[in-house]
């Protein structure tokens, strides 16, 4: 990199910041926060307040009436809806949660390594064709795979799948993993690789030169300096995951059914208790903030990470 080049770069830096720390940006970071937020705030008010309460005013009006109460916690954690309940459905988003976000992460991590860093014919048309991936909408996915996972795959006369099975669509999480990895894996890749390939040559070829492997630096170099993005990309991952209804409808039922779609059933059939949504949609909310403000620090370095190279 040249000096003239890092004096071009070290003068944007210092013009983005100036932008982006002015008073009107600040004031306009508060005012977006702001609005962000009293949603959820009146959210949490109103899963203090009695049902009678919440039917009939405001969740303003607490601080001019306050009146608390647990039951709306005690009542959503005891619902059960297909004989699961509540408690069983939390646990349920987690189990499809975190192996959906693990396992299109790690396999975009390699694919990322080899697209970034591997010498090999076509490369780059495999990363042109992963790229483009991401145009194709999931909706068009779910019928073909409903029938990949209850039928298989015959070639030629030959069954070269034989499919989950039809019994297996209520009690497994396999298929919802599977699609929620596929649908993922073309954003993953693309943003792991330009993270990666902003890693400078010099450094990659003095490993080599020191007799590692490519197991060996991506083990030790690539994965340690992607880790930003890593974080960044398994907070979408997550969120996304936990708060997906349409493929836990199609692939999840009975027992195996996350909180969004049992959620759907919790105000009632004509909606009479619908103000239990407030504490319901709330426990909901609670695990992915945790996540998101424990892999905070990472988000920023991890969105930026390849916007600039050179």
Partial sequence: MSITSVANSTRRVKKT????????????????????????????VSSFRPAADITTSGWWTFFTNPNVTLNN???????????VTIRQTLVNSLTITIPAAVIPITLALLIAYALAWIDFR????????????????????????????????TLAGVQIFSGLGA????????????????????????????????????????????GAGHGQIFLRLALPLAVPTIASYAIFQFLWVWNDLLIATIFTSGRNAPIT??????????????????????????????????????????????ATKG
Avoid at 23 to 32: E, F, K, R, V
Avoid at 125 to 153: D, E, H, N, R, S
């Fill in 261 to 306: 779609k049992t959620l759907a059933d919790l105000s009632g059939v004509y909606g009479q208790q619908w103000y239990l949504l407030t504490a319901g949609t709330f426990l909901a909310i609670i695990v992915p903030l945790c996540v998101f403000f424990a892999l905070q620090r990472f988000f920023v370095r991890g969105l930026l990470a390849g």
């Fill in 122 to 153: 076509g490369r780059h048309v495999v990363f042109i064709a992963i790229f483009t991936l991401q145009i194709v909408p999931l909706q068009m996915l779910l019928v073909p795979l409903l029938k990949l996972y209850t039928g298989g795959v």
């Fill in 167 to 210: 019994n297996s669509l209520g009690s497994g999480f396999a298929q919802v993993w599977i699609t929620h990895t596929m649908s993922a894996l073309p954003l993953a890749t693309f943003m792991l690789h330009n993270a990666l390939a902003t890693i400078p040559g010099e450094v990659m070829e003095a490993a080599q030169i020191d």
């Fill in 17 to 44: 910041h100036k932008a982006l720390s002015s008073p009107w940006a600040t004031a306009g970071a508060i005012l977006i926060a702001v609005v962000w937020t009293v949603p959820t705030f009146g959210l949490f």
């Fill in 73 to 83: 916690y005690a009542q959503t954690l005891d619902f059960v809806s297909s004989g």
